[in-house]
């Protein structure tokens, strides 16, 4: 029987959860999308990770809700619905119409929007929500190539994804701490209000939230509101420090190879900082034609220890890319050609894989055929090293497109500074 059941619309965003819980105290495993014939190990959380938050909305809907009766089935007491700290979704959902079958399986009536994430500078004030010291639509997610967020306002931004109701729990009711919400959330829910955009600005704030989610049978929210959850099933911390709560994973040696899907401005400098001390090969969206070349120079670059493979690329080259063939091909072209190469250097003898960007990693994983993860160490806030169970054994870091410092695929490596 599990504690906390989480269903995570892209597979970046399930690992930072995954971390998250770890450090928490829960025992957790990562599990990529439908397994449902895999045996798990023991563990307290687990996290299914979908690629459901740019799919069309039918199949977002039903890939969550075949999550829930999967992590319901093992005992799941609670279950997180975990998107992206700066809310990525477009007009019509993800994550509207997902939370609304989520509540109605469960026959809940009420939950809360969470997305705040201070340490990665993430923050909700008055329902808006600030990446670092802007807001979010006007920090460079407003040029995201699949999902731009061009509104900061979450309450007015999740308004037009569900019919029902949304308001907020705002700064001053959340500074009072966890009593203080959980009565503002009964008063919501008896005025008929379904989602309640959570105000928080740091981390005893999100611990807060995260007590008064106890009584709730959903929560949704980014991987900040999931460090209040685990201390609500008398497990935490301590319990973390006293037993170890990380899966053993056997060690995996090998060449290194890092694939950046992902076109944030993060990715974008850690890209050139590899770029200026490995191999690296940038993939041509407009011109897929020299997949085996590509696949022979990636190759040859696994002999110096690590190799990048890339198609990343600035807002302006994105947008001529996306007019050229559209944005739904220029991402499958983009996801297959690296599917394809990831193969090919795991067949070549790369052992490590950092994979840059949400799309990007869920692309490549399933191409892979990794069905589940193992938690490790952090690499970054957010950012753990995870071992596959199962055939291949892999070691791989999953990183959020905006994570990381521009040192982040050097420092994955070992070799920053
Ligand atoms: P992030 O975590 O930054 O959101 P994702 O991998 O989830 O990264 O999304 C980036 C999207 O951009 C993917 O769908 C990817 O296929 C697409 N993409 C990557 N490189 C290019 C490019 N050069 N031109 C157009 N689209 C691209």
Redesign the pocket.
């Known amino acids: 029987m599990i504690l906390l059941g989480a269903v995570a619309d892209?597979v970046?965003g399930a690992a930072d959860l995954c971390s998250t819980l770890v450090r928490e105290g829960l025992r957790t495993v990562q599990v990529l999308g439908d397994a449902r014939d895999l045996e798990l190990p023991d563990v307290e959380a687990v996290v299914v990770a979908l690629k459901s938050?740019?799919a069309p909305v039918d199949r977002a809907v039903r890939e969550s809700t075949d999550a829930l009766e999967r992590l319901v089935a093992l005992g799941a007491r609670q279950i997180l619905f975990k998107y992206c700290s700066t809310f990525?979704s477009t007009p019509e959902g993800n994550i509207g119409p997902v939370a609304d079958a989520l509540l109605d399986a469960l026959g809940a009536d009420i939950t809360v929007v969470c997305p705040a994430y201070p340490e990665n500078g993430r923050t909700v004030y008055r329902g808006h929500l600030f990446v670092g010291d802007v807001l979010l639509s006007e920090s460079s997610m407003a040029r995201?190539?699949?999902?731009p967020m061009t509104d900061a306002n979450l309450v007015r931004v999740l308004g037009r994804q569900t019919h029902r109701p949304v308001s907020l729990v705002p700064y001053d009711v959340v500074a009072d701490g966890a009593a203080a919400i959980v009565l503002r959330l009964d008063e919501l829910r008896r005025a008929g209000v379904a989602y309640a955009v959570v105000d928080a600005l740091d981390d005893a704030q999100l611990r807060a939230v995260g007590e008064a989610c106890a009584g709730l049978r959903l929560v949704t929210g980014g991987s900040g509101v999931a460090r209040g959850l685990p201390a609500n099933f008398g497990t935490g911390a301590a319990a973390a420090a006293a037993h170890g709560r990380r899966l053993e994973a056997p060690p995996v040696d090998g060449p290194a190879v890092v694939l950046a899907?992902?076109?944030?401005q993060a990715?974008n400098e850690q890209v050139e900082r590899m770029a200026a001390r490995y191999p690296a090969i940038k993939?041509d969206?407009a011109d897929t034609g020299g997949l085996d070349a590509l696949a022979d120079a990636a190759l040859a670059g696994l002999g110096d220890g690590a190799v990048l493979v890339y198609?990343?690329?600035p807002p302006d080259?994105?947008a001529r890319?996306?007019e050229l063939v559209g944005?739904e091909e220029?991402?499958?072209?983009?996801?297959s050609l690296l599917g394809e190469l990831a193969c090919r250097l795991v067949a070549g003898g790369a052992r490590r894989l950092v994979l840059?960007?949400?799309?990007?990693?869920a692309?490549v994983l399933q191409r892979l055929g990794v069905r589940a993860l193992a938690v490790g160490d952090e690499i970054a806030p957010g950012v753990p090293w995870m071992t596959s169970l199962g055939e291949p054994r892999l070691v791989v870091a999953l990183k959020?497109?905006?994570f990381g410092g521009p040192d982040f695929f050097l420092e994955a490596l070992g070799v920053a500074g």
């Open positions: 892209d970046t938050r740019t990525d995201h190539p699949l999902t899907g992902s076109c944030s990715t993939v969206v198609s990343t690329a080259e994105v890319v996306q944005p220029a991402s499958s072209r983009v996801e840059a960007g949400g799309e990007t990693s692309a959020s497109g905006n």
